[in-house]
Structure formats: structure tokens, C-alpha cells
């Protein structure tokens, strides 16, 4: 079930994400709706998880792929509507790829990267990487910076809305470099702590 609702906030995304190219109110008002959809699978899979014990290190790993392609999409598309700098997609593509290569060493020794089995031994580590408070800030700063943007630039909508309109801008794009902040501040332990695994000796087969 955790696995279903992950791989339905993958598609739902996309779905979103079409919408904001057809430039009517009624486009962005269901991208709206369905990107706040999204955000909420984002808690519901882990809550099903645990409450359906069904957490497991693949569960885990899909967890992370689901967050990877929704985050990145949404950068990207925003990207190419013009909506923020590319250097915000670039950042993230960039530390998802290094982060996501050490966590797949991580994983093949049995850690994973959030969790009991978690590939963080410093404290700080695994309060940047792996607590409750940094993953929920850094998904509040996301779902903030999605959602906003999306009301900045609805389409069509009265005169008297668009100073309001403005200022919803200004807070959504302190939202998305508090998103990117983040990004680069949760994966640095992830590298930092990652690199005893390329240190670690291959072993030797024939012993």
C-alpha cells in the first residue's frame, strides 16, 4: 500500500505539472489541488509504512526515488516556465546524483538513509540527514515553494489581485532558496560520512 501511494504521487506530479502549460485559471486551480495531493502522499506513504509495518529497505529506496523524481520535476519544469533560475534544478539534480550514488554503496552493505540502519554515525549527521526536524522542515520549505509558485503565476485572474499576487511571488521564492539551502545542507553529511565507503579495501575473494 506505502509502495502504491509512492508510485500514484509520481504520476499525480506529472499530471500537475501538464496542467500548468495550458494557461487557463481553471489549469492552475487543479495543478494547485493536485500538487497539495502530492505533498500529502509524501507523509502518507512513510505513516502506511509504519503502520502497516510494510517499511523495508526496498521501501526505503523507492521512498527516496519518489522524492527525487517529484522534487526534480517540479525545479525543472519551473525552470523552463521561466519561474526560477536554472541553477535551482542544476543544484538539486547535481546533489541528488552524488547523494544517491553513495547512499546505492550504502545500501548494497545493508545500511539505508533514513531509519534504524541508517548510513549516519555522527550525531550531526543524523540530525541534518535523518531527523525528523530537517526532513519535515525541508518538505514544509518544498511544499511551500510548489504550491506558492503555482498561485504566483495563475493566469487570467482580476486586476485587483495581482499586488497580492506579487507578494505571493516574493514569498515563494524565499521558499524555494530555503528548498535549495536545505538540499545542500542535508546532502553534505551524506558525503562527508559517505566517503569510508569508497576508503573501505575490496574484498578478496579467493580468502
Known amino acids: 500500500m506505502a509502495n502504491f501511494v509512492t508510485l500514484s504521487r509520481i504520476i499525480l506530479a506529472l499530471i500537475a505539472l501538464g496542467l500548468l502549460y495550458i494557461k487557463t485559471t481553471n489549469a492552475y486551480v487543479a495543478a494547485f489541488i493536485i500538487t497539495a495531493v502530492v505533498i500529502w502522499f509524501d507523509g502518507l506513504d512513510g505513516f502506511l509504512a509504519r503502520l502497516l509495518k510494510e517499511d523495508s529497505r526496498i521501501g526505503a529506496l523507492l521512498d527516496i526515488l519518489g522524492d527525487r ?8 519544469v519551473f525552470a523552463c516556465l521561466g519561474w526560477v533560475w536554472v541553477i535551482v534544478p542544476l543544484i538539486v539534480i547535481v546533489r541528488g ?3 544517491d550514488g553513495i547512499r546505492s554503496l550504502a545500501f548494497e552493505k545493508g545500511y539505508t538513509a533514513f531509519g534504524k540502519t541508517t548510513m549516519m554515525e555522527s550525531p550531526l549527521g543524523r540530525f541534518l540527514v535523518a531527523s525528523n526536524f530537517s526532513r519535515g522542515s525541508y518538505a514544509v520549505a518544498k511544499a511551500f515553494a510548489f504550491v506558492l509558485m503555482i498561485v504566483a503565476y495563475v493566469p487570467d485572474i482580476p486586476q485587483g489581485w495581482l499586488p497580492y499576487q506579487a507578494v505571493i511571488l ?8 530555503v528548498s535549495v539551502i536545505f538540499c545542500v545542507l542535508r546532502g553534505l553529511p551524506v558525503v562527508v560520512e559517505g566517503m569510508r565507503f569508497f576508503m ?6 579467493n580468502k
Open 69 to 76: 523524481i517529484v522534487e526534480c520535476s517540479y525545479w525543472v
Open 97 to 99: 546524483f552524488i547523494t
Open 170 to 177: 516574493k514569498v515563494a521564492l524565499v521558499c524555494v532558496w
Open 200 to 205: 573501505e579495501k575490496p574484498e578478496d575473494d
